[in-house]
């Protein structure tokens, strides 16, 4: 027990910050998801003490994620019945334990960096932009949708402009002033006061908005804030009613082929968006540490389980809440699993209390995570590494704000499988010519990719030319490269061109190259 304590005095108001924003966001996609509040709220409780517990991760937060609420709303719309889509979720969480074992974790591995910084840019800037309507009091889309084309048949954009066109001047007042809290919270003189290290600033924001809000409630209640404008939480009446919040699923649907379906599909993509969360959790930890992967997937799987075995929406690692807790100073996942326990004594002890929060000041803690996620200085650092580097991290970020995450990403890795073509292409074959003599050297790994090349340069070669063919720094020649330089070499003499192989005697694949005597 002593490791879950030994960073206590970081992660217990690391733990509060995750907790405020994650409430709203578990709320939100549960409403966007077409299912009950409490099992977004009960899906947040288990992401964070369930998968906390059996997780690797130092610094991931789990719950439910935004990227999966197209495919449950249309799922609970197929199968009719919630319990039957909680089957679902078991049968998901029961299929990432099996992925977990067949080491398929490995998969988060091959995305490359410059695809993982641009989805945190992406994030970041998610986060600013539809935090902003929020921020001055419009609320028409729920909080926590990550999608550029909104359920209301707005998008991003046009909800920022309509935002503008309805706001609440409270929520402007409460919304300025918790970002300036947060602003001052993050000065060096405030960090080297030792009693702030231990106040959170986005709980003194929460702890304000609140207050402001009560104030104008009775002073003038013709503007404060009220209904989609706070906090909205399941109220027990008593705890035989916060019982009643549970669902069981119903082993009568395993018959059904459209559980299984969605099951398997929950699966994948639960998966992929936490291999993907993982990969840039890591990439911000200021410690570097590095998760492994297949034990996150079998943590998942065990979170799901659970989740669907009590009526909780399914689970993956959140990029949002863990940049969250990252940027709150957490050090272990005892943050996480903490946030999970709270989260629980607070919906069941004060739901009353938590509903005067103003949705204004909790979209500031995420405009100003969002800002920590997509700071100037970060696309400055890819641009100055060179195109190959930038341009797929910068695709990535318009894929993903154009579209949704995984589309995004795969986008940006198609970029960044154009890019490295391109550079094996330039750096592959290497050909220099000094008058009459040329050197075409082959490097690193000589794919059929190269042939058109390959091609290019021998044929370009004049009459009466001398040529060294060096092979000894190639690690693999593809046999159609070989077949092409067999061919030049067969017809060389015609143009009066010599011809000289030099070969490695440690690869045998270059013993294939004709000798240019067979010529």
């Known amino acids: 027990m002593q490791k879950y304590f030994k960073y206590a005095g970081a992660d217990l108001p690391a733990s509060i910050v995750v907790l405020l924003v994650a409430l709203p966001l578990c709320l939100g996609i549960a409403l966007a998801s077409g299912a009950p509040l409490f099992s977004g709220i009960i899906a947040g409780i288990i992401g964070g003490v369930v998968v906390g517990f059996f997780s690797a991760s130092q610094l991931s937060v789990s719950g439910p994620a935004a990227g999966l609420t197209a495919i449950v709303s249309v799922a609970i719309l197929k199968l009719h019945v919630y319990e039957a889509f909680l089957l679902s979720v078991v049968i998901a969480g029961i299929l990432q334990v099996i992925l977990g074992f067949l080491k398929a974790g490995i998969i988060g591995d091959y995305v490359p960096n410059s695809v993982i910084k641009g989805m945190l840019a992406a994030i970041g800037l998610i986060l600013i932009l539809k935090q902003l309507p929020h921020l001055v009091g419009y609320d028409a889309d729920y909080v926590g949708d990550e999608n550029f084309a909104q359920m209301d048949n707005a998008n991003t954009f046009t909800e920022i402009a309509k935002a503008f066109g309805a706001f609440a001047p409270v929520a402007i007042l409460i919304g300025t002033l918790s970002i300036g809290i947060l602003i001052l919270w993050e000065l060096p003189f405030m960090k080297k006061q030792v009693i702030f290290k231990y106040i959170p600033g986005p709980l003194v924001v929460v702890i304000l908005g609140a207050i402001i809000n009560q104030y104008f409630i009775i002073s003038a209640p013709s503007l ?104 709150a100073g957490a050090k272990s996942k005892t943050s996480a699993i903490m946030h999970g326990l709270l989260m629980l004594m607070c919906v069941l002890l004060i739901p009353l209390l938590l509903n005067k929060i103003p949705l204004s000041g909790l979209a500031a803690i995420l405009v100003f995570t969002g800002y920590k996620l997509a700071k100037v200085s970060l696309f400055k650092e890819f641009f100055d590494k060179g195109w190959d580097q930038f341009m797929p991290f910068a695709v990535t970020i318009v894929a993903i704000l154009m579209t949704d995450l995984l589309i995004g990403i795969v986008v940006g890795l198609a970029v960044a499988l154009f890019f490295m073509v391109r550079s094996n292409f330039r750096s592959s074959i290497f050909v220099v010519n000094d008058e009459n003599n040329y050197l075409v050297r082959l490097r690193k790994d000589v794919s059929f990719l190269n042939k058109p090349i390959i091609k290019k340069k021998l044929e370009s070669v004049p009459a009466n030319a001398y040529v060294l063919i060096d092979a000894t720094r190639a690690d693999f020649i593809d046999k159609d490269i070989i077949e092409e330089v067999n061919n030049f070499m067969v017809h060389a003499h015609l143009k009066n061109i010599k011809v000289e192989i030099k070969k490695s005697s440690f690869k045998p694949m270059h013993l294939l190259f004709k000798q240019p005597a067979d010529a």
């Open 224 to 327: 404060a804030l009220e209904g989609k404008e706070l906090v909205r939480l399941p109220v027990a009446q008593h705890f035989g009613h916060f019982l009643s919040f549970f669902t069981f699923p119903d082993i009568h649907f395993l018959s059904n082929i459209e559980v299984w379906k969605t099951g398997v599909t929950l699966a994948v993509v639960a998966s992929l968006e936490t291999l993907l969360g993982i990969e840039a959790v890591d990439k911000i930890d200021p410690l570097k540490r590095v998760t492994p992967t297949n034990t996150e997937l079998k943590a998942q799987g065990i979170g799901n389980i659970v989740s669907g075995l009590i009526g909780g929406l399914p689970i993956t690692s959140v990029i949002v809440r863990s940049s969250a807790n990252v940027g």
